[in-house]
Every structure is written in structure tokens, then in C-alpha cells.
């Protein structure tokens, strides 16, 4: 097919009905670029002020699944937050990750290390990879879908034009970030 053509009525109404079909998960994708985009965005300023909360010692504790006690910090996101404990070693950073479950709240260590900003970075960089495979197996659900609500019909461009507005809306949290960190703004 050539994909410079107008898409087919018929590949039109496929991808109003699978955009309807998968709006929940475009939402929450889009949620957590911004999410991703901010924490990026505000890296230095976040890692500073984690730094002042460690001196200070006034969070609150969260104690992870593992039984290790954290002294919360920073909320990164609505299920995320920069922590920090003392260790015979010295200082310990980490994002840790509280779940709220039906069963209770599941709180687990993401990203551990010694200098708040680079817990901060690793995380992020961890996270921008959680949304590639995300964006993956978004696509292949739009793919799938199409496939079985339009069997012997070519819906590889409503699929792919799914894919490239994922991979768009990653790539401008990205872009704008890079930008960002350079001290160019867009």
C-alpha cells in the first residue's frame, strides 16, 4: 500500500473505531509521557530538592515489601517518590514505587544508588524504556484488534499511524527534554 494515498473510508471508520476501542490506554500512555517529560525536565531542581529533604529528615517512612525503612522525600508521580535512608555506607537514595492493591499497597525499591541525581537519571532512563515496550504492546493490540474486526483487509496504515503517534509522543517528550538539559527552548 502506498501510504502517501488518503486512507480508504473503510480505513478511516477502523481507526475512529480503534481509537474509540483503546482511548483508556492513549490516555494513560499520553499521562505518563507528560509524567516522564516533567520528572526530566525538572531532574536538577528535583535532585536539589531531595538533597535539602535528606539534610532536614522530617518525610514521612515508608517501609518497602522487603522490610528496609525509606525516609520519603519528593513525589516524583501519583505512585512514585525519592527516598532516602542511612546506611553504614553512608546515604542511600532511592524512587520507590507504592501500589495500591485491593489486598493492600505493594511497596517496592526501583531505583537505589548513592547520588540523588543519578537515581533520578537511571529512573527516568528506565521509565522512557517501560513506555517503548508499552508502546509495543499497544500496537500489537491495535494490530490484533484490526485484524479480527476486519479480517482480508489492509489495516496496516491504521496500525501504523497508532505506532507513529505513540512514537511521536515520546519522541517530543524526549526531544523537548534533550532541549531542555542543553538550555534550548522550545
Known amino acids: 500500500m502506498n501510504y502517501y494515498e488518503r486512507p480508504t473510508l473503510l480505513q478511516e471508520r477502523a481507526y475512529t473505531e480503534a481509537r474509540q476501542q483503546f482511548v483508556e490506554h492513549l490516555n494513560q500512555f499520553k499521562a505518563n509521557c507528560d509524567a516522564l517529560h516533567s520528572i526530566e525536565a525538572n531532574l536538577s531542581v528535583t535532585a536539589n530538592d531531595v538533597s535539602k529533604a ?15 525503612q525509606w525516609q520519603h522525600d519528593v513525589d516524583l508521580t501519583r505512585i512514585t517518590s525519592v527516598c532516602h535512608r542511612h546506611t553504614p555506607a553512608g546515604l542511600e537514595f532511592a524512587v520507590v514505587e507504592c501500589l495500591p492493591l485491593k489486598s493492600g499497597e505493594m511497596k517496592d525499591v526501583l531505583t537505589p544508588g548513592k547520588d540523588a541525581t543519578e537515581v533520578l537519571q537511571q529512573f527516568a532512563r528506565d521509565q522512557r524504556q517501560v513506555l517503548k515496550v508499552w508502546k509495543d504492546d499497544l500496537t500489537a493490540q491495535v494490530r490484533e484488534h484490526l485484524a479480527e474486526k476486519y479480517p482480508h483487509q489492509d489495516m496496516s496504515i491504521v496500525a501504523e499511524s497508532f505506532e507513529i503517534k505513540l512514537t511521536r509522543e515520546m519522541s517530543r517528550r524526549e526531544t523537548l527534554a534533550q532541549n531542555q538539559s542543553r538550555g534550548i527552548h522550545v
Open 54 to 68: 535528606a539534610r532536614h529528615a522530617s518525610g514521612r517512612i515508608i517501609q518497602t515489601d522487603d522490610g528496609t
